[in-house]
């Protein structure tokens, strides 16, 4: 079965750049979720949507990130412009539903470096 | 801020013996928690959950114990193998049907042969 992937896997770019993280969720999952991975703060929810609908951003840090997902199988991540301190992984994950009708399942990251 | 903490980065024990990863909490809404393992370039993956109307649940050589009136999840992995060695991350859920997680920032098990 096709797990929850992303794309690119890794990213370098310069800051000032604008950058598209990509993620298609596993099919069935109606809730899907971008993750940012930092050695201070770990595993921090940017955003989740529901049914396509963006639900919670408020850990979204500003207006350079912005995320969509036009559809049940595609959702984006974008940081313009882009600057050194966003270098992270980034992680999405997706679900059915609640976290009591099932966990959440993530895809292997993309490992952002911004110079 | 910080509403699910794991205040052990890293934690080495040796093949055979018993390893526990403790995780506490501030929010007293939270009622379904979670333990993720994590291996180098990769997602997170679920490993065992609890609500919090049980204070135990058991899957093979996990266990999670869940005190609420401290506070306090722990993860006993019993015995413990050298592929047990990664990242584990604590998760806390906000409220019956909600969606989103609270993720602790993790703790690095080592398990040595």
């Known amino acids: 079965d096709a797990g929850v992937i992303q794309s690119p896997r890794h990213e370098v770019t310069e800051m000032g750049q604008e950058v598209t993280l990509r993620c298609k969720p596993i099919s069935g999952h109606n809730s899907l979720f971008w993750y940012r991975q930092t050695m201070m703060r770990g595993l921090e929810l940017l955003i989740y949507f529901n049914n396509n609908v963006p639900i919670d951003d408020s850990g979204m840090p500003e207006d350079r990130f912005s995320a969509k997902m036009p559809n049940a199988s595609f959702s984006t991540l974008k940081i313009q412009p882009s600057e050194p301190r966003d270098s992270a992984v980034y992680f999405c994950a997706s679900s059915l539903g609640t976290a009591w009708q099932g966990p959440q399942h993530f895809g292997d990251g993309t490992r952002l470096s911004i110079l | 801020d910080q509403q699910v903490k794991q205040n052990s980065p890293s934690l080495s024990v040796q093949e055979g013996r018993i390893s526990i990863l403790n995780c506490d909490y501030t929010n007293s809404m939270f009622d379904y928690f979670l333990w993720y393992k994590k291996y180098p370039a990769e997602g997170p993956t679920f490993l065992i959950s609890?609500?919090?109307?049980?204070d135990k649940n058991e899957d093979g050589r996990f266990t999670v114990f869940l005190n609420k009136s401290a506070k306090h999840l722990s993860l006993h992995i019993v015995p413990s193998q050298p592929g047990d060695s990664a990242v584990y991350f604590c998760?806390?859920?906000?409220?019956?049907?909600?969606?989103?997680?609270?993720f602790g920032t993790g703790t690095r098990l080592t398990v040595i042969p």
């Open positions: 609890i609500s919090s109307i049980k």
């Open positions: 998760a806390a859920s906000g409220q019956t049907g909600a969606n989103n997680l609270f």
